[in-house]
């Protein structure tokens, strides 16, 4: 599904090199985790692979089924199956939720030559799928993340990966800022798209999210690399000795 | 008309003092056809006198500084092609009573019937002069909005105004009205004033698309009873290279309540001017405007000068606009908020934003707060800023295409002037045909 060989990436502003050839592949139906320490480049990786402006790819390639993504428009990235759960999701005053939502899912059904949802079939969907994550009509009503608690917001961003039923998920410290109950709900969310048809790269700081969303290998990232691989007991050691004496170990 | 019609320079009274030179102005008097008699006439003669003692401004008048005044000075505007058809009207649909005017004059036959219950409403070209309630307004609020700052175009305005609606509102209609502005000829410097009367308790809402003239100078005068309430949404969207300043006067009594929103779409040359005296107690202002601006076809300057006096307690006031400036363009906004005096419990409010979609364009902004009161809020703000690239990304990564996100980010923008419009039916007729231009004009 997703395959990451080599990749150099330097930060355009400031010439400082972040990611110094890291190499990963999440084969289709897996869930990936990655853990590592602050300044590791975690976030780098997500916004390199989403299509954000500021980053320059020096060497390597990304590639999602064959097909090159760092070539691609990030709404291209989003069409072909790509999707980004943001850390800090962003609140767009004056645009209601399920106006941008149901323009995002037309818009990637159009780039896919699908047909695009009527809106009383969106509606249908739309209601389901946020009765599920307990998302309130009224939260479907108001502009997008606006007066949204932190919980809400990451819910609203599962809502919008449900809504776009994407074939790659990354998701980004989802679990910051939540609480041991709106944790559940999200993890509740994820585990419900699991399939054989769809991967999930899952950053995180903590081992706790991955008791809810259980990894197939836990990657251990530092210094713009991927240092280590393992099953879940990875993350297990992580918590328990810090990452100390794992960095040591690999040199 | 013509028959009355006297140029300029054979009636200009003489001034005791020293009148400053007045060549221009005489140029751009003699460039007029002055309305003679009728019930107007006195308030005519006072606004001649005021304007031959003001003059016509020059790029040194403070409230100048931003906008070259050089082409409401000119004696005749340039030509302006009058378009092959009218845009569809922003509120087709909507049960409305709509006048139609045609290079600012009445066009009766294009009209609805006058008849509508509540509201008398009446032509300044035709009206009784003996009996009209409006003589005791016409000019009276402009007159009065002359003080501190000079406004000579209003002047002229009520010097030289052809035609308007005369309209005294006694109890609440069932529907707005709608004015309808259309254009006929390709030269026309159209000339029109509204004189607008809420009696206590009644309420009124205007409606206002299209454009008048290859130039246009408009005044509305507005008073405003005890618990009266008036709604003003105008859409102004002119094609280029238009040219036009517009004026709105407003006395605002007891528990009154006014609020006006303005669109602007385009224009070469474009000023709007608001001047509201809250004078009684427990009454409200708010005014509103979004503003969209492209340089790309012609130049583009579109200036919001506002001036908000309390004199009575408790009141409140907001001045709301928000500016998209795109290719060279240039937006404007003078806002002061001036509290007298014993205008206790004062709550005003005032911002203005531009959002600059490249570097080339710009906004000018200078708001003012003068307070003489002990016991107010008063606050303002004013930013200048570009699309927020985060916002721009997020929205790209479900997939929205980059113009359209921009198209989101711009209304995002001017969300909070298009929520001072209080009908939320005309409200999203508004964001709908936002939503169509910006589309059509989507930034690459």
């Known amino acids: ?251 | 008309m013509a028959d009355t019609a006297v140029k300029a320079k054979d009636q200009t009274p003489t001034i005791d003092g020293a009148p400053k030179p007045a060549g221009a102005l005489d140029a751009r008097l003699a460039a007029l056809s002055l309305p003679q008699g009728g019930f107007t006439a006195a308030a005519r003669r006072d606004a001649l006198a005021r304007l031959q003692d003001m003059g016509l401004p020059g790029p040194r008048d403070e409230y100048w500084r931003y906008t070259d005044p050089r082409s409401f000075n000119a004696p005749v505007p340039a030509a302006l092609a009058v378009p092959d058809a009218d845009e569809t009207p922003l509120f087709d649909g909507l049960d409305k009573l709509t006048l139609v005017f045609v290079d600012g004059v009445f066009d009766e036959a294009a009209s609805d019937d006058l008849a509508l219950e509540g509201v008398e409403i009446a032509t300044l070209a035709q009206a009784d002069a003996a009996g009209s309630w409006a003589a005791d307004l016409y000019g009276k609020l402009e007159a009065a909005g002359q003080k501190p700052v000079k406004r000579p175009f209003a002047a002229l305005n009520t010097v030289a105004a052809r035609d308007g609606l005369l309209i005294r509102v006694t109890a609440t209609p069932a529907k707005p009205l709608h004015v309808v502005h259309r254009r006929a000829s390709d030269s026309a410097d159209a000339v029109w004033h509204h004189v607008i009367r809420v009696e206590e308790g009644a309420e009124l809402t205007l409606l206002e698309t299209g454009m008048s003239g290859a130039r246009s100078n408009s005044v509305i005068e507005v008073d405003l009873a005890e618990g009266a309430k008036f709604h003003h949404v105008a859409s102004k969207r002119a094609v280029d290279p238009k040219v036009g300043i517009g004026h709105i006067f407003a006395r605002i009594a007891a528990r009154a309540q006014f609020k006006s929103f303005t669109l602007s779409v385009k224009g070469t040359m474009m000023r709007n001017e608001a001047v509201i005296d809250i004078a009684g107690d427990d009454a409200v202002a708010h005014i509103a405007a979004a503003v969209l601006g492209d340089g790309a076809q012609a130049p583009f300057h579109q200036d919001d000068t506002v001036f908000v006096t309390h004199g009575a307690e408790r009141c409140e006031s907001r001045q709301v606009f928000k500016k998209v400036l795109k290719n060279g363009a240039t937006g404007v906004f003078q806002g002061k908020i001036l509290v007298k005096p014993g205008a206790q419990k004062t709550d005003g409010y005032q911002i203005s934003q531009a959002l600059l979609l490249d570097e080339r364009s710009q906004f000018l902004a200078k708001p003012e707060l003068e307070i003489y009161a002990d016991d107010v809020k008063c606050s303002h703000g004013s930013t200048t800023g570009a699309i927020d690239e985060e916002a721009l990304f997020y929205l790209r990564s479900r997939g929205v295409s980059r113009e359209r996100a921009i198209v989101f980010l711009v209304l995002s923008f001017l969300a909070d002037a298009l929520a001072e419009v209080e009908d939320d039916g005309i409200r999203d007729r508004i964001y709908e045909r936002l939503d169509v231009w910006l589309t059509l004009n989507a930034v690459q």
Do not use: W
Request: charged share 25%; with cysteine; net charge negative.
């Open chain 1, 1 to 251: 599904m997703l395959k990451i060989e080599n990749l150099h990436v330097k930060l355009e502003e400031e010439d400082k090199q972040i990611l110094k050839g890291l190499s990963l592949e999440v084969p289709a139906g897996q869930v990936h985790a990655i853990m590592g320490p602050n300044g590791s480049g975690k976030s780098t990786l997500s916004y390199v692979l989403s299509g954000r402006d500021g980053y320059e790819v020096t060497e390597g390639s990304a590639t999602l089924d064959g097909e090159s993504l760092l070539d691609m428009e990030p709404e291209e990235r989003a069409a072909a199956g790509l999707f980004l759960a943001f850390q800090y999701p962003v609140e767009i005053p004056g645009v209601g939720n399920m106006t941008f939502l149901r323009t995002a899912v037309n818009a990637q059904r159009k780039a896919r030559g699908e047909e695009e949802l009527s809106s009383g079939d969106f509606l249908k969907l739309v209601r389901t799928k946020a009765a599920e994550l307990q998302i309130s009509p009224d939260m479907l009503k108001r502009p997008v993340n606006v007066g949204f608690s932190g919980g809400e917001k990451k819910r609203n961003e599962i809502l919008q990966m449900a809504m776009l039923a994407p074939r790659m998920c990354i998701m980004d410290e989802t679990d910051s800022g939540l609480d041991v109950d709106a944790m559940r709900l999200v993890s509740d969310g994820v585990n419900a798209l699991r399939s054989p048809e769809r991967s999930f790269l899952v950053i995180t700081h903590y081992q706790r999210l991955l008791n809810h969303i259980q990894p197939d290998v836990v990657h251990i990232m530092a210094n713009g690399r991927i240092v280590k691989s393992g099953g879940p007991e990875l993350a297990l050691q992580v918590e328990q000795q810090g990452y100390g004496d794992l960095l040591a170990e690999v040199g």
